[in-house]
C-alpha cells in the first residue's frame, strides 16, 4: 500500500512539473455575436496540436504544458482570421475575445513567386516564407528574392524602381522612412508587406507604396553594418544602425555614408542657336574631370508605445560636401578651338526633427497627428571659364547661398466600421526661403536676393468597403497654395477627386482600375525671380508666375495567377493639363530657356510583365516589356516620341548561395517638353552568400561594356542640344559588399503608425548648368 502512495506522489510531483495549463477565449464577429468559428492551436514548430469548434463562440484548450509557447488561429469561412502567440505559458490563461471581419475576397495562401498573399481593404499582404527569411541578412535582401511584381530591388543601393519609371514610396509600420532604413531591418521581425499599387490619399503622389510591417523582435537590441565598396576605385556606401529595446521604448542610432572620388567625368555636347542675325554652331568635346562628393547622414529615433498609444520622435541631420563636378572640354566654335573649364560644388546641412502621436478614441478609431520642423542650409558655387587658341580668356563666376526654414503638421482620423472604413486628414506646411546670389564678370559683379513663401493646405476624405468579390475606395482632396515670390503673390486652389476598384473575377484572375486628378506644383528654382549665366549665349530663368499643373490620371491592371507564375498587363495613360515644361526663346541677342504653363501633355504607358518561381526556391524570375508614347503640346511646339522598354532579372539560389543577373534596357527612360532623356542601360552580374546573420557579395555593373552613357536630346526650334555625359569608373565596376545583423537580448514588439509628414527639402537655387 505504501508502495502505491509513493507511485501516485512521484506522478503527481511530475505532473506538477509538466504543469498543465488551460487556455480561454471567445470568438466573436464585429457585431458582438458569438459565432461558430474552428479554432486551432499550434506548437512552436507549427505542428497543430488541437482542433475545436467553438460553442456560442466561446473554446477552451486543457493539458498545455508549462514553459512552452503556442498560436491560437481562429477563422470561419467568409470572415478573415485571427491569431494570438502565447510565449511560454505559465498559468492558466482567458484570451479575452478574438474578433473576426467579413472577409472581401481571400485568395488564401495562394502561392505567388514564393509568397504567400491575400487581399485586405483593396491592398495586397504579401508574407513571406522560411526560405526568404532565413536566407536574408537584411529585408532589402529579402526583398529582392520575393520577386514582387513589377519592382526591381538593388540590395546593395538599397534603392527601389519601378519597371518604365515611377515612384517607390517606403514605409515602415505606416510610417515613411528611407530605403536605407528599411535595409536595417532583419527578416525575422518582417510579419508581412503590405503593397499598395494603387495608394491611398495620405501617400501623396506615390506611384506605389511598400509597407513593412513588423511583429515582436525577441531581441533586447540590433546591430546591422553594411559596407559597400568599389574594388579598384573610390566608391563606397556604408550604414551602421544601432537599437536598443527598454520596456516600452526603442532607442536607435543611424549612420549613412556615401561618397565618391572619380577622375573620368566628360561629356560630349553638340549645340545650335538660332538667332536673329546669325546660326552658331558649337561642338564640345570632353576630357576626363573630377566627380567627387561625400555625405553624411545621422539619425536618433525614440519610439515609445503601450498597446495602440505611440510617441514616436525623430531628430537628425544630412550633410553635403560636392567639391568637384568637373568639365574639361574641347570646343569647335566659329572656326576656332576653345579650351573649357566648367566645375560646380556645393555644400548643405539639412537638420530636422519630426514627432508622431497616436491616440485610440473609440473602437476602431484612430487619431494620428504629426509635427516636423526642418532647417536647410546650402551653398553652390559655379566657375565657367573659355580660353580661345589665341590664349583670351573669357570667364564668370557665380555664388548662392540659400536658407530654408519650414515646418508642418499632419491629422489623420481613421474609423473602421462594418459601413467600411472612413478616412479624413488634412496637412499643412510652410516655407521660408531666402536665396542670396552673387555674379561676378570682370570688371562687374552683381548680387541679388530672392525671398519666397510657400504655404500649402491639403485636405482629404476618402471611404473603402467591399462587397464579396468587389471593394470601391472613393475619395475627394482639396489642395489650397500660397506662393509669395518677392512683390509676386498667387493663390490657387485645385479639387482632386479619386476612385478605386478591384474586381476578382476569379481566384486566379483580377482587374482593378483607378482614376484620380492630382496638381503637380512648381519647384522653388522654377519660381524664383533669378537668372543665372549658363554660358556666353545662354541663361537659365525663372518664372515666378508659374501656376500648378493639372493630372487626369487613368490605369487599368489585369493580373492572372498561375501555380508558380503569374501574368500582369498594365495600361495607364496621364493627361497634364498646364503641364510645366520647358521654353526657349531670344532676349536681347541670349538664347533664354526657362519655364511656362504650357498647353497639354500626353503619356500612355503599356506593359506585359511574366515571373514567378518555377522551380520552388531554386530559381526566380521576371521579364517585362512595354512601350510608352509622348505628345507634347506646347505653346510654340508640338512633339511626340515612342519609347519601347524592356528589362528583368534571374535568380538562381543553392542553400545559402545567390547567382543574379539584371538587365534592362531604356527601362528609365522619359520625354518631358522638348527634351528627350536617356538614363542608363545595361546589366549587372552579382553573386553571393547570405544568411540571417551575415551576407558576402560581389558584383559587376556593364561587364565588358564599351562606354556608360546617359544622354539628352533637346529638339527646340531656338536651341536644340544633343548632350551625352561618360563616367569611365562605372563601366566593368566591381563592388564588394559585407553585412552583419546581430542581435540579443529580449523582445519588442513596434506596432502600425499611419501617416507621416515630411517637409520639402526642393532647393530654390538656380544652378544653371549645362
Known amino acids: 500500500m505504501k508502495k502505491i502512495l509513493l507511485l501516485l506522489l512521484i506522478a503527481g510531483v511530475f505532473g506538477n512539473i509538466r504543469a498543465q495549463y488551460s487556455i480561454t477565449g471567445k470568438v466573436l464577429i464585429k457585431d458582438g455575436e458569438g459565432l461558430e468559428a474552428h479554432v486551432k492551436l499550434f506548437a512552436e514548430n507549427n505542428s497543430v496540436e488541437s482542433i475545436m469548434q467553438t460553442e ?229 568635346k570632353g576630357h576626363p574631370g573630377r566627380f567627387k562628393y561625400d555625405n553624411h547622414n545621422v539619425r536618433f529615433n525614440y519610439n515609445y508605445q503601450k498597446e495602440q498609444k505611440i510617441v514616436n520622435l525623430s531628430l537628425g541631420t544630412a550633410l553635403q560636401h560636392a567639391p568637384y563636378k568637373e568639365w574639361k572640354s574641347d570646343i569647335q566654335y566659329r572656326k576656332t578651338t576653345f579650351d573649357l573649364y566648367d566645375n560646380a560644388k556645393s555644400s548643405g546641412v539639412n537638420p ?87 555674379y561676378a564678370q570682370s570688371p562687374q559683379t552683381q548680387t541679388h536676393r530672392t525671398t519666397m513663401r510657400l504655404s500649402n493646405l491639403y485636405s482629404y476624405a476618402q471611404w473603402g468597403k467591399g462587397w464579396n468579390k468587389l471593394y470601391t475606395r472613393a475619395g475627394i482632396g482639396l489642395n489650397q497654395r500660397w506662393i509669395h515670390v518677392g512683390q509676386e503673390k498667387h493663390k490657387t486652389l485645385q479639387i482632386s477627386p479619386m476612385i478605386f476598384m478591384r474586381y476578382a473575377i476569379s481566384p486566379k484572375f483580377e482587374l482593378r482600375y483607378q482614376g484620380s486628378v492630382s496638381n503637380v506644383m512648381p519647384s522653388l528654382s522654377a519660381l524664383s525671380d533669378y537668372s543665372q549665366e549658363i554660358d556666353f549665349i545662354q541663361t537659365q530663368k525663372g518664372n515666378p508666375f508659374l501656376k500648378p499643373q493639372i493630372d487626369f490620371y487613368n490605369a487599368l491592371v489585369f493580373n492572372y495567377i498561375l501555380k508558380k507564375t503569374a501574368w500582369g498587363l498594365y495600361l495607364n495613360q496621364t493627361y497634364s493639363k498646364s503641364p510645366i515644361m520647358e521654353s526657349t526663346y531670344i532676349e536681347n541677342g541670349r538664347v533664354i530657356r526657362t519655364q511656362e504653363n504650357h498647353r497639354n501633355f500626353q503619356n500612355y504607358n503599356m506593359e506585359l510583365e511574366y515571373g514567378g518561381q518555377p522551380i520552388g526556391d531554386f530559381l526566380s524570375f521576371k521579364a517585362y516589356v512595354g512601350m510608352k508614347l509622348y505628345k507634347s503640346n506646347g505653346n510654340q511646339y508640338t512633339h511626340s516620341k515612342t519609347i519601347p522598354y524592356y528589362g528583368g532579372q534571374i535568380s538562381v539560389y543553392y542553400k545559402q548561395f545567390s547567382l543574379r543577373w539584371q538587365f534592362r534596357k531604356s527601362t528609365q527612360d522619359k520625354f518631358w517638353g522638348e527634351t528627350f532623356y536617356r538614363y542608363e542601360d545595361g546589366h549587372m552580374l552579382s553573386i553571393g552568400y547570405h544568411t540571417n546573420k551575415i551576407s558576402l557579395s560581389a558584383d559587376v555593373l556593364n561587364l565588358f561594356a564599351l562606354k556608360h552613357i546617359s544622354a539628352q536630346e533637346n529638339y527646340s526650334n531656338v536651341g536644340p542640344y544633343k548632350r551625352y555625359e561618360y563616367l569611365n569608373e562605372t563601366k566593368n565596376l566591381i563592388r564588394l559588399n559585407l553585412t552583419l545583423n546581430l542581435s540579443y537580448g529580449k523582445k519588442y514588439r513596434e506596432l502600425t503608425r499611419r501617416t507621416d509628414n515630411r517637409i520639402n527639402s526642393d532647393s530654390s537655387i538656380i544652378k544653371g548648368e549645362k
Open 56 to 284: 456560442k463562440g466561446i473554446f477552451t484548450f486543457s493539458n498545455l504544458i508549462k514553459n512552452k509557447s503556442y498560436y491560437v488561429v481562429a477563422s470561419c469561412v467568409g470572415y478573415t482570421t485571427d491569431t494570438i502567440k502565447i510565449e511560454r505559458i505559465r498559468e492558466d490563461l482567458n484570451l479575452g475575445t478574438m474578433f473576426l471581419k467579413p472577409s472581401l475576397i481571400n485568395l488564401g495562401e495562394v502561392v505567388v513567386v514564393g509568397s504567400s498573399m491575400t487581399f485586405r481593404n483593396g491592398v495586397k499582404r504579401i508574407i513571406p516564407n522560411k526560405f526568404h527569411k532565413k536566407n536574408s541578412t537584411d529585408a532589402m535582401v529579402m526583398l529582392d528574392k520575393m520577386n514582387l511584381s513589377r519592382i526591381n530591388v538593388d540590395p546593395l543601393t538599397k534603392s527601389l524602381t519601378l519597371n518604365g519609371g515611377g515612384n517607390v514610396k517606403v514605409m515602415l509600420n505606416g510610417r515613411e522612412v528611407s530605403a536605407t532604413e528599411i535595409s536595417s531591418l532583419s527578416p525575422s521581425v518582417i510579419q508581412r508587406i503590405e503593397y499598395h499599387d494603387t495608394p491611398e490619399a495620405r501617400y501623396g503622389n506615390a506611384d506605389v507604396v511598400l509597407d513593412f510591417i513588423t511583429k515582436e523582435d525577441n531581441t533586447g537590441g540590433r546591430i546591422y553594418l553594411s559596407l559597400w565598396q568599389g574594388l579598384l576605385t573610390a566608391f563606397g556606401e556604408d550604414y551602421i544602425s544601432l537599437k536598443f529595446n527598454r520596456k516600452n521604448s526603442q532607442f536607435s542610432l543611424d549612420y549613412n555614408l556615401s561618397y565618391r572620388n572619380w577622375k573620368k567625368l566628360s561629356r560630349d555636347y553638340d549645340e545650335d542657336f538660332y538667332l536673329s542675325n546669325e546660326t552658331i554652331s558649337r561642338a564640345e
Open 352 to 438: 530636422f526633427t519630426r514627432l508622431y502621436i497616436q491616440m485610440p478614441i473609440r473602437q476602431n478609431q484612430l487619431y494620428i497627428a504629426t509635427l516636423s520642423g526642418q532647417y536647410n542650409k546650402g551653398e553652390y558655387s559655379r566657375q565657367y571659364h573659355e580660353i580661345d587658341d589665341k590664349n583670351k580668356s573669357n570667364q564668370f563666376y557665380s555664388e548662392a547661398n540659400e536658407v530654408q526654414k519650414g515646418y508642418a503638421l499632419s491629422q489623420l482620423y481613421e474609423n473602421k466600421q462594418n459601413w467600411g472604413t472612413l478616412t479624413i486628414g488634412a496637412n499643412f506646411n510652410q516655407q521660408f526661403t531666402t536665396s542670396d546670389y552673387e
